[in-house]
């Protein structure tokens, strides 16, 4: 069952849909807000001069966030989404947390990260954690990275029939619906 169908069968279903996607509105905003606020802290921990124009800053980030999503609205947007969803953030994203969890468990050293967290907790965490972070959660994201790699195929992508492209985009050559352009002998 959808959604649009269990929503319709339940007493009062135009206030449920609209506690529902207010309730997503304001999930996608907090997610927004929260991804945001880690990139400014730290790219003004990095450059302290732009904390005294914080707020240009922000503006300056935003409106950059807002012209990167403009080609997500478009009739093509959703081949946009489509692209980015399946070749760019999953790759990314684990090699990103693997490369963190090398550095952080090999470079910096479990042992230094072990009594960095018996700091803050009060207890060392326990030899399983640290052979997990040391050895079994890279050896198990690059095999996930491995997995998740695309084929060496282009990206499928599908072309939509002009009727879908808008009201005129069809009839922009002055063939009618139903008619068919005679071919012409020169």
């Known amino acids: 069952m959808a959604y649009p169908e269990a929503i319709g069968t339940l007493r009062g279903s135009v206030f449920w849909a ?8 304001t999930l996608g905003l907090d997610s927004t807000y929260g991804g945001l606020e880690a990139i400014i802290t730290g790219i003004l921990d990095e450059f302290p001069k732009l904390q005294r124009r914080r707020e240009l800053f922000v503006l300056g980030l935003i409106v950059y966030c807002f012209i990167g999503g403009l ?6 947007g959703f081949y946009v989404l489509n692209l980015l969803d399946q070749h760019g953030a999953p790759i990314s ?17 479990h042992k230094r990260f072990s009594a960095d967290v018996k700091k803050m907790l009060g207890f060392a965490p326990g030899p399983y954690w640290q052979i997990c972070w040391t050895f079994i959660s890279p050896v198990f994201l690059m095999r996930f990275m491995k997995i998740s790699q695309p084929e060496e195929l282009p990206p499928h992508v599908e072309v939509l029939p002009l009727e ?22 020169v």
């Open 93 to 109: 994203l684990l090699f990103i947390v693997c490369v963190e969890g090398v550095a952080l468990c090999w470079f910096y050293g």
């Open 164 to 185: 879908l492209l808008g009201s005129g985009a069809g009839k922009a050559d002055g063939v009618e619906d139903n008619q068919q352009q005679e071919p012409t002998a």
């Open 18 to 25: 609209i506690l529902f996607f207010i309730m997503l509105i």
């Open 71 to 76: 080609a997500t609205t478009t009739y093509g």
